[in-house]
């Protein structure tokens, strides 16, 4: 009787006499080979879903601060536009009230731009409720200069 040269099975020769027990013992090792692989996939499938576990809970936990972000960052306002100024006070409504606001002449022919913050108007633009005021005004060498034309805004607000 031979055997095989990896797994040792038997090799019944047809000068063997016929015996069950060389039957009987591949099957033994055949078993004994597929209860070791079964218990390396069962292994395997266990660390995989483990990591699976892992990985959800941190997609979700990724997932639910993102989601915080979004909702937060949504509560900001803002507001970009153009709007025509002359010596009067215009009021530009936002439908917020902002927190900051830019404005810089249309054309830019003129070098004509005011910012202002909540709590420090400045005499050409200055917050209102839901909106701000401004005028076309410009200081140059000491004299006022009123600016009349296009100009174009940003505004800021919170939640």
Not at 83 to 90: A, Q, R
Not at 98 to 118: E, N
Not at 127 to 140: C, D, M, R, T
């Amino acid at each position: 009787m031979q055997h095989t040269e990896k797994r040792n099975f038997n090799i019944i020769e047809t000068s063997d006499a016929f015996s069950p027990e060389a039957l009987n013992e591949n099957t033994r090792k055949f078993e004994a080979a597929l209860d070791a692989a079964q218990a390396d996939t069962q292994a395997v499938r266990s660390e995989a879903a483990a990591a699976l576990s892992a990985e959800a809970a941190a997609r979700s936990a990724a997932d639910a601060a993102l989601s915080q972000r979004v909702t937060v960052l949504e509560g900001f306002k803002f507001a970009q536009g153009t709007v025509t100024l002359d010596e009067n006070d215009t009021t530009v409504q936002l439908g917020f009230t902002p927190v900051a606001v830019f404005i810089r002449h249309y054309d830019f022919t003129r070098l004509f731009s005011a910012m202002t913050v909540a709590g420090a108007p400045t005499t050409a633009l200055w917050i209102v409720e839901n909106g701000f005021a401004a005028k076309s005004l410009h200081y140059s060498n000491g004299t006022t200069a009123f600016f009349s034309g296009q100009y174009c805004y940003i505004a800021f607000g919170t939640p």
